[in-house]
């Protein structure tokens, strides 16, 4: 006898006015548990029923949610109150890294370069090298049954150790982040998984950044402002003040030597 499929019904996704009036006629602001989020985001279509609720579903809900509130909540809707979303939802939604566009891999060349990718359900952050980003992004998903993944920064590294070394520095930078919920096939647990914020992965990049304009601009002169003029001129004033001083000095010194000598 066969056993019947389980059925599973997907809803339409609701979106703007409709979105805001289902969630405030059924208490949205009570939804304190991942068991009554998840039961709202399956009623609105944002999840669907015997599927695990990811960091990434739970961000386009909220993203789509606080969309439509900025959008209507100035406008007098019938048996809607505005502002039903805590602030800790709204700071913790606009600070998430899945507001971070994805980049296109480079191509393959002789430079290293080093890479955030980006867990693309849980949001987590791997900080590596490679010299082939694209193929790496596959063996990720090979070695560790991530999926999907997506690449949010990288940038090139004129040879090998120095990037290790930029590598090796951000992760002990950031080593209070650092997961140990990701292994390869092989059992090894990987030490470069991290639970990064939107404003982590934008210091990793500044950080970056600043590297490559240093080492591609190493003889860039400074250019002066109205303050360093007036603090070198100041510097010249004093030093032609002292001259005259420093000569009858250095004329003393020279006498007392030849004063001890001829003795």
């Known amino acids: 006898m066969k056993s019947k499929k389980r059925e599973v019904n997907i809803r339409r996704r609701l979106r703007d006015k409709e979105l805001l009036e289902y969630l405030n006629n059924h208490n949205f602001q009570d939804a304190d548990t991942t068991k009554k989020l998840k039961k709202l985001m399956i009623e609105t279509g944002y999840s669907i029923p015997f599927k695990e609720i990811t960091a990434k579903d739970i961000y386009v809900f909220y993203r789509t949610f606080l969309d439509a509130e900025k959008k209507y909540s100035s406008k007098n809707l019938d048996n809607m109150q505005a502002n039903t979303v805590t602030k800790l939802i709204k700071s913790n939604n606009e600070n998430s890294v899945f507001g971070i566009d994805t980049v296109k891999a480079p191509k393959a060349d002789e430079q290293t370069y080093i890479y955030l990718i980006r867990d693309g359900k849980t949001g987590n952050i791997k900080i590596g090298i490679s010299n082939n980003v694209k193929k790496r992004m596959t063996s990720i998903i090979n070695e560790y049954y991530v999926w999907p993944v997506e690449l949010i920064f990288c940038l090139p590294f004129p040879s090998r150790n120095d990037a290790e070394s930029m590598e090796s520095y951000l992760h002990k930078k950031y080593s209070r982040y650092r997961l140990f919920s990701y292994s390869t096939q092989k059992g090894n647990t990987s030490k470069e998984w991290f639970d990064l914020n939107k404003n982590h992965v934008e210091e990793i990049k500044n950080i970056l950044n600043k590297n ?39 004329i003393f010194w020279l006498i007392m030597r030849i004063y001890i000598k001829k003795r």
Do not use: H, Q, W
């Open 212 to 250: 490559y304009e240093a080492r591609n601009n190493p003889s860039k002169k400074r250019n002066f402002d109205s303050g360093d003029l007036l603090a070198y001129g100041f510097l010249i004033c004093v030093a032609i003040a002292l001259l005259p001083l420093t000569i009858m000095i250095l």
